[in-house]
């Protein structure tokens, strides 16, 4: 394929028949690659890395086919991957990425519009506001809140970390101390290393039997490190923890957030969209209480990496603490029902990710994506069952939410034999490229996650 054969001109600038080809030959391999997902291995990475020295290239001066380049990235490049969207993908926390995302991303690439600034874009950033609307719905906080998509979990953690020490503490915040849990995400401890607090600021707070926060021994840091001086200021809640799933007492927190003049963040990246569910809403009890809260939309709402999300209870503490005045730059909003995304999170340039949550929540109603988070829980209760009807199988967390933690555990074997017995039986399952699943250490032990 000759794209450019017919503009020598402006080699850059496609007809309209090498647009329609372009597009069809690239479509002809998704579609491919998507109706064969369940006969794909799970995890074949073998040879990764001689595949990867083998493609070190130097600048490219000239062009290729495009149809070899097809090639390289479907059958050659893509064939050793983790396979995140497959039904056998049970490992860490997978990401569907749904097929109406993708076009959603061709069509917001493609019209390239930008919406940092209101003025530039207003219908477009109204209905990416949108959507960040419907998820401060989704977990009851008021009129007054505000949200913003992200890259991710890891962004949003670190934007909130930023908000809440503006919001809390004195410009020489070194004496600011916060509390988070020896389960939590370490995106938090990332965000707080890159907000500038020391490592010696964070308390690790000890976690229970089901893995979930302390509150006594978080009650006593803080009244530690208050008599010590110092300034408690924040304190991160998990609604569901990578490890095990385990969800904190949220409201618990919350109380004691209250009482101790903390901002109370609440990491739901993972766990915090199945409030959308009776259960899941039940488990959550008290998220509507958090200063602000992570969303996952690509763990959650089973849409492409790069969609991450962020909600502040009180909206006007984000643009408290990312406003800044630029010569070059347009009058922002004062209107509190109209948003300038660049006054309210570290980004001025960003890409328009509103669309790819926007088009399928449009095309199929909330309900769709309920009943689909319901079957996840139902799918982990239903796992958990049939692994305790498994002779020597011990279940060591049960699911909170869709993640159980199982081991092989025959009698009379120490516990440095368990941990290689149980490496040879998760080998062995994923060698089958079925099914792949990944370990974790709980308490020392090693374990299995589904």
């Not at 992200?150 to 670190?158: E, Q």
Request: net charge negative; aromatic share 8%; with cysteine.
């Amino acid at each position: 394929m000759e794209p450019t054969k017919d503009n020598p001109v402006y080699p850059l600038e496609l007809s309209t028949e090498a647009m329609v080809q372009l597009v069809d030959e690239a479509m002809a391999q998704i579609v491919g690659h998507i109706q064969t997902l369940p006969e794909q291995p799970m995890s074949y990475t073998e040879g990764g890395e001689e595949l990867a020295r083998a493609h070190v290239e130097d600048l490219p001066e000239g062009g290729a086919p495009y149809r070899e380049l097809l090639h390289l990235i479907f059958d050659k490049l893509l064939t050793k991957t983790y396979n995140c969207a497959s039904p056998g993908y049970l490992a860490y926390i997978p990401g569907g990425g749904l097929f109406h995302s993708g076009v959603a991303d061709l069509i917001s690439n493609s019209i390239n519009r930008y919406i940092g600034v209101w003025v530039a874009s207003p219908g477009l950033i109204q209905l990416e506001s949108n959507v960040a609307r419907w998820f401060c719905q989704m977990v009851g906080y008021p009129a007054a809140s505000q949200g913003l998509l992200t890259s991710g979990g890891s962004l949003a953690n670190f934007t909130a970390l930023v908000t809440a020490r503006r919001e809390r503490l004195a410009d020489d915040f070194l004496k600011g101390t916060l509390y988070c849990s020896d389960q939590v995400h370490h995106s938090i401890t990332k965000a707080a290393m890159l907000a500038g607090f020391p490592a010696d600021n964070i308390r690790m707070v000890t976690s229970d039997e089901r893995q979930r926060i302390s509150l006594d021994r978080l009650r006593e840091l803080v009244d530690a490190d208050h008599r010590a001086g110092l300034e408690p200021f924040l304190v991160v809640g998990s609604a569901g923890t990578v490890n095990t799933g385990a969800v904190d007492d949220i409201s618990g927190l919350a109380d004691l957030a209250e009482e101790r003049q903390l901002w109370l963040h609440v990491d739901g990246a993972y766990g915090g969209f199945f409030t959308l569910t009776d259960r899941g809403r039940e488990r959550l009890r008290g998220l509507s209480r958090a200063d602000s809260i992570t969303l996952d939309p690509h763990k959650g709402l089973f849409l492409p990496y790069g969609t991450g999300c962020l909600l502040v209870r009180d909206g006007a503490a984000l643009k408290r603490a990312h406003h800044v005045v630029a010569d070059y730059m347009p009058p922002m909003q004062d209107e509190p029902d109209l948003v300038d995304f660049s006054e309210i999170s570290p980004e001025l340039s960003r890409d328009f990710r509103g669309l790819r949550v926007w088009l399928p929540m449009k095309l199929h109603g909330v309900g769709v994506f309920r009943d689909a988070l319901d079957e996840k829980l139902d799918l982990a209760q239903w796992a958990c069952k049939e692994l305790q009807q498994m002779d020597d199988i011990e279940i060591v967390s049960e699911p909170q939410l869709s993640i159980i933690t199982f081991r092989l555990r025959p009698e009379g074997l120490e516990e440095i034999d368990l941990t290689e017995l149980n490496k040879r039986l998760r080998d062995r399952i994923t060698a089958r490229q079925r099914v792949f699943l990944t370990p974790t250490t709980l308490d020392g032990r090693y374990v299995i996650r589904i």
